[in-house]
């Protein structure tokens, strides 16, 4: 067992509300039990490229209700290969950098299982990415604040609808996951979800359309999570428009402003909570493991039970929409 006197942390791919108060936390955490720390600008391509530099506690002052990641952030090619990965480490080891502490989801988890299998550095891997796709965590940071943006503007999408008697199509980000749909759908008062794990038919969504028309619904909203399999919401209002002429059909696509704005006080928390003990695992001796949430207790799982693998949907969840979008 070694001692670790220097912690390095980064962000890596996708950004979410909340990175920097986890960024804070493990700063604030290492500096709380003696230990350097050391900011990688840029992902794993700023740690092939050296940017490493040192932080003390004043660094991440006024950072925790920032969103996005004041470290940057990237996706590496380079650190694909092990070449790659070998200039990582020998940066790593210019500066005498003991341990690593990754935040992002499940591309960034594989590449720091993979750096902890060539060269054995101690990694802990802290779950950050708006999909909540990572299992082993009830939540992943970022997620309740991009679903509170989706419904923020799904509410003002709403007034519109009902205003003009319409069927808007509402796309949101979750190419392979449906979690960001489908809370969102129930949060908004959606008349129906469309996701990545179960397939809508449009004849079915046509159903369900002409059941609230009957039922008297004058406007309507559907989420439509952007890897559903009948395509994104322009392709579905398409679909839908050949089929009835009830609505005066419209789509909006929310796009990458999901991403962004203040981390709620939920994702603050959830972060600051993940970030401490993501360094008193590193300090335990704990390595190639995710830190998560569960049950509200903190929980560290192998790396290796993270990459690949993506929460199944919440199969009451979607019973409840569907109860209530009647």
Known sequence: MRAIKKIAVLTSGGDAPGMNAAIRAVVRSCIYYETAVYAIRGGYQGLIEGNVKELNVRSVSKILGRGGTILKSSRSEEFRTFEGRQKAFDVLKKHNIDALVAIGGDGTFA??????QDFNIPIIGIPGTIDNDLPNTDYTIGFDTATNTVTECIDKIRDTANSHNRLFFVEVMGRDSGYIALKTCISSGAIAVMLPERKLEIKELIQILRKGY??????????????NPNGGAYEVAQKVKEHTTDYDTKYTILGHLQRGGDPSCFDRILASQMGVAAVEGLLDNRKDVMVGVINNNIEYTPLIECVGVHNPIDEELLRISKILSI
């Open 111 to 116: 590449g720091a299982h993979q750096f902890y």
């Open 214 to 227: 009957q039922n008297k619904k004058t406007s309507s909203v559907v989420v439509v999570a952007e890897g």
